[in-house]
């Protein structure tokens, strides 16, 4: 690194949780020394190991803290912290994540929204993801609830071959629920596709092409009273306004 003109400026540093020690936050009299191309130059005063990396345009990162005495390796910081930041995307890729997606429900909701819902859900699984059947109900709805358990062991049926029941039908407030989950078959296949998208990115990234990404489930018209308006998200899955 040259003299003056310092690379790192701890000042920029995030304040709070662990923070890796660069050139003068390096306190400790004496490290052990990795050099640039991964040799052991041993134990050096802290003095002498940071004019080493200034010389060689260089910083002097510490490695190992807990070390005695702490090893510090002369290195890049700047691409150092670009390859950490490359790695955890890449692990964050390969990373399946399973989410809940919310499928709501009336009590009014007729068989062929009851069918939409169905196949809504079996995209939802197909894609790796837990559903969560949610049937809501107002005023004196509360009091047949029975209306409720009919469309879930209407749409339960439907979806065996894809997902196992999760928990079974429950009541919460003026809700009943019922959550269900990709089988592990399901969860294989998921897995598989998601390396193989992982390999196609590469291959396109080596070959200086855009690579199209997975396309995101779409969002869903809601055909439930307009009174619903403060149950939108993203993730649920209603029925288009029929035509």
Excluded: W
Excluded at 163 to 171: D, F, G, K, Q
Excluded at 213 to 227: A, H, N, V, W
Aim: some cysteine; hydrophobic content about 35%; glycine content about 4%.
């Amino acid at each position: 690194m040259a003299m003056g003109r310092p690379r790192f400026d701890p000042r920029n540093q995030q304040r709070g949780g662990f923070q890796i020690r660069v050139n003068h936050r390096i306190r400790v009299p004496e490290v052990r020394v990795i050099a640039a191309n991964g040799d052991m130059l041993g134990v050096l005063t802290t003095h002498e190991a940071l004019r080493m990396a200034q010389e060689q345009g260089l910083d002097l990162v510490e490695v190992n803290p807990k070390a005695e005495p702490p090893v510090c390796k002369i290195l890049d910081f700047g691409k150092y912290k670009y390859e950490e930041k490359k790695k955890t995307a890449e692990a964050k890729r390969k990373q399946t994540v399973v989410e809940i997606k919310e499928v709501k429900l009336r009590p009014k909701t007729d068989d062929h929204d009851l069918d939409f819902k169905v196949r809504a859900a079996r995209r939802f699984i197909e894609a790796g993801h837990k559903v969560k059947f949610t049937v809501r109900f107002r005023g004196r709805e509360i009091t047949h609830p029975e209306k409720a358990q009919e469309q879930l062991t209407f749409i339960l049926p439907k979806l065996e071959d894809i997902a196992n029941i999760e928990s079974r039908a429950m009541m919460e407030a003026r809700t009943m629920t019922v959550m269900v989950a990709p089988k592990p078959a399901i969860m294989q296949r998921v897995a598989l596709l998601k390396a193989q998208r992982e390999k196609d990115r590469q291959v396109a990234e080596k070959e200086g092409r855009v690579y199209e990404s997975e396309p995101e489930l779409p969002d869903l018209e809601d055909d439930d009273d307009d009174d619903d308006d403060d149950d939108d998200d993203a993730g649920e899955a209603k029925a288009p306004p029929a035509k």
